[in-house]
């Protein structure tokens, strides 16, 4: 375990896992690293999370099509819009964290109870979601708030993106389920890519050794056949189960991290 090339493969199959599940890609990556994975630089975490996004991309390619050769349809023109106001929310007050110099934290015990506030949030907003009607669309205020969801995920490890942005669409926006998890995997594409692309052109300026683009491309390959693999399988489901197990294993794990860090 204690070849760097074996890790990353690792990492990648953690990342690759639990970037579109509602458990945080980032507390994950942060648990393998401290408990024995080694450090990353977070240019490596992004970079392998943009694997992940990619398998989203190749899943939803006829979806992306459709929306993109369509804009002439009303419809289609106003959930484009929505993705871009959801996009530029995350992207503007992405700038003013990244000009406060904002760093993740390097300790467990943060993401041990984001995980569990996370948890608990999910199993009341399932319970608030199921008291109210779906639409099949998300609504302006989800898309906003989706937005800001995937900063307060950024900002606080232990958060998840995807579980943040799929309940906020759902218990904000009143979309159901399948809608909201759509919407939150399509605007993650352009919301990572950038990122990468800021972290990729970061690290061009400071220099990358070869050995270092090495473990960037592994851990992207290897993220995104993963993500494929796991997206595929949420998608089907989702179509009849609730996020209720997500919830209870982020409680769980936790709960131990909490147990054991002390």
């Known amino acids: 375990m204690n070849d760097p090339l074996i890790q990353t493969v690792l990492l990648g199959i953690i990342e690759g896992i639990t970037e579109f599940l509602p458990i945080s890609s980032t507390g994950h990556l942060l648990i393998a690293e401290q408990l024995g994975l080694g450090a990353r630089s977070d240019m490596f975490n992004v970079v392998i999370q943009a694997g992940a996004i990619l ?74 979601a199921a008291k109210r009607p779906d639409y099949a669309q998300v609504t302006w205020l989800g898309a906003i708030v989706v937005g800001i969801a995937q900063i307060v995920a950024a900002i606080f490890p232990g958060t998840s993106r995807s579980g943040a942005t799929i309940f906020a669409a759902m218990l904000i926006g009143g979309t159901s389920r399948v809608a909201a998890t759509e919407f939150a995997f399509i605007v993650g594409i352009p919301t990572m890519y950038a990122a990468s692309a800021s972290k990729l052109y970061e690290a061009g300026k400071a ?23 796991a997206v595929k399988w949420l998608l089907r489901y989702i179509q009849t189960h609730r996020f209720t197990m997500f919830a209870w294993y982020r409680i769980v794990v936790g709960v131990l991290l909490l147990v054991f860090l002390n």
């Open 55 to 128: 398998a989203v991309t190749v899943i939803y390619w006829q979806r992306l099509w459709k929306l993109l050769s369509g804009l002439d349809q009303l419809e289609n023109r106003q959930y484009v819009f929505k993705l871009a106001v959801a996009f530029l929310i995350t992207a503007v007050l992405g700038l003013v964290i990244t000009k406060l110099n904002f760093k993740l934290p390097e300790h467990l015990q943060p993401v041990a109870w984001a995980l569990i506030i996370g948890g608990v949030w999910m199993l009341a907003a399932e319970w608030l």
């Open 207 to 229: 220099g990358v050794s070869a050995d270092e683009w090495i473990h960037l491309v592994v851990g992207f390959l290897v993220s995104a056949i993963v993500a494929f693999t």
